[in-house]
C-alpha cells in the first residue's frame, strides 16, 4: 500500500527558512515524479513544485520560485522542499503527492496528510 | 499561467441529484484536467484524469467531459458522500493550476 508521510511543519519568523520531508513507502519511490502542493488555511489548493524521478527536471509555481527548492533522495525514498525568505503568505498545509503513471506526470493518485507551516513574528 | 475558473463556486444540492460543475481554461489545454474532491481536515483525491477517464476505486456515478477549454465534472445521482469541494486542476503546462474551487452543499 502506498503511503506519504510529511514532517518538518512549523512555526517560523518572515525571511526565514524551513526544510519539509516527504517520506514514501509501498511503490518504486524512483520511478515517478512527485509533487508539493499546498493549501492556506480556509482556502483552496496551490500547485507548488514538481521533481522528475530521477531529481533532474523541476518546475515551480510563481509564487516560490527562486525562494523554494523541490530535491529528492530516492536512496530514502524521500523528498524535500527546501523554503527559503519565507513570507505570511506562504502560511499553509503543505501536501506531497505522487503522480499516477511512471511516464506520463498528470495525476496525483495519492497525497500524505500533509504538514503545516506557519510564518509568522 | 493558465487561469481555471471553476463555476459555480458553490451550490446546495439534494441526495439524488444530478450535479454538475464546470471548468474552463483561460487557454486550449487538449484534454490534460483532473477533477479531485477534498473532504474536511482530508487530503483530494484524484477523482478523473484525462478530462474523462475515471481513477480506478472511484463510483461510475463521476463523469467527466471536455476538451480545450472547457470541462464538465458531474455526479449523476449525488450520495451523502459527495458532499465536499472539488477542484479542477491543469496538467497541460507550467505551472499547473488549480481551478478556486466548489464547494457543495446539503440542501
Not at chain 1, 7 to 36: E, K, N
Not at chain 2, 58 to 72: A, H, I, K, Q
Not at chain 2, 76 to 102: I, K, R
Request: charge should be neutral; aromatic fraction near 12%; proline fraction near 4%.
Amino acid at each position: 500500500e502506498v503511503h506519504l508521510v510529511e514532517s518538518g511543519g512549523g512555526v517560523i519568523q518572515p525571511g526565514g527558512s524551513l526544510r519539509l520531508s516527504c517520506a514514501g513507502s509501498g511503490f518504486t519511490f524512483d520511478d515517478y515524479a512527485m509533487h508539493w502542493v499546498r493549501q492556506a488555511p480556509g482556502m483552496g489548493l496551490e500547485w507548488v513544485s514538481l521533481i522528475s524521478g530521477d531529481g533532474y527536471i523541476t518546475y515551480y509555481a510563481d509564487s516560490v520560485k527562486d525562494r523554494f527548492t523541490i530535491s529528492r533522495d530516492n536512496n530514502k525514498n524521500s523528498l524535500y522542499l527546501q523554503m527559503s525568505s519565507l513570507r505570511t503568505e506562504d502560511t499553509a498545509l503543505y501536501y506531497c503527492a505522487k503522480t499516477k503513471n511512471p511516464t506520463a506526470w498528470y495525476g496525483l493518485d495519492y497525497w500524505g496528510q500533509g504538514t503545516l507551516v506557519t510564518v509568522s513574528s | 499561467a493558465i487561469q481555471m475558473t471553476q463555476s459555480p463556486s458553490s451550490l446546495s444540492a439534494s441526495v439524488g441529484d444530478r450535479v454538475t460543475i464546470t471548468c474552463r481554461a483561460s487557454q486550449g489545454i487538449r484534454n490534460d484536467l483532473g477533477w479531485y474532491q477534498q473532504k474536511p481536515g482530508k487530503a483530494p483525491k484524484l477523482l478523473i484524469h484525462a478530462a474523462s477517464s475515471l481513477q480506478s476505486g472511484v463510483p461510475s456515478r463521476f463523469s467527466g467531459t471536455g476538451s480545450g477549454t472547457d470541462f464538465t465534472l458531474t455526479i449523476s445521482s449525488l450520495q451523502p458522500e459527495d458532499f465536499a469541494t472539488y477542484y479542477c486542476l491543469q496538467d497541460y503546462n507550467y505551472p499547473w493550476t488549480f481551478g478556486q474551487g466548489t464547494k457543495v452543499e446539503i440542501k
